[in-house]
Nanobody
Framework: QVQLVESGGGLVQAGGSLRLSCAHS????????MGWFRQAPGKERELIAD????????YYADSVKGRFTISGDNAKSTVSLQMNSLKPEDTAVYYC????????????WGQGTQVTVSS
C-alpha cells in the first residue's frame, strides 16, 4: 500500500513563505513523477507543479510560476514545494501526488494539507 503524507501547511500572511513536503509510508516504490495539486473552495483541483524524474523536467502552472519551486529526491520518492510571495488566492488544500506507471493520470494521492494566506 502506497501512502503519501504531506506536511508544512498552515497560516501565513500575504507575501510570506511556506514549504510543503511529501513523503511516502509503506513499501518502497519507484515513481515516474511527483507533483502538487491544489483545490480552493468552489474550484476544481488543479495541477500547479510537477517533477518528472527522467530528465528532471518540471512544470509550473502560470499562477505560481516564478514564486513556487518544486524539488525532490527520486531515490526516496519525496517531493517538496517551496512557496514564496504567497497571495490570498493561493489559499487552498494542497495535495501531493505520484505517478508510477509513466505518463498519464496520477495514481496515488496524499490526504492534503491546508494552506491559508491572509491579506
Amino acid at each position: 500500500q502506497v501512502q503519501l503524507v504531506e506536511s508544512g501547511g498552515g497560516l501565513v500572511q500575504a507575501g510570506g513563505s511556506l514549504r510543503l513536503s511529501c513523503a511516502h509510508s509503506g513499501r518502497t516504490f519507484s515513481t515516474y513523477a511527483m507533483g502538487w495539486f491544489r483545490q480552493a473552495p468552489g474550484k476544481e483541483r488543479e495541477l500547479i507543479a510537477d517533477l518528472t524524474w527522467s530528465g528532471g523536467r518540471t512544470y509550473y502552472a502560470d499562477s505560481v510560476k516564478g514564486r513556487f519551486t518544486i524539488s525532490g529526491d527520486n531515490a526516496k520518492s519525496t517531493v517538496s514545494l517551496q512557496m514564496n510571495s504567497l497571495k490570498p488566492e493561493d489559499t487552498a488544500v494542497y495535495y501531493c501526488a505520484a505517478r508510477v506507471r509513466g505518463p498519464g493520470p496520477y495514481e496515488y494521492w496524499g490526504q492534503g494539507t491546508q494552506v491559508t494566506v491572509s491579506s
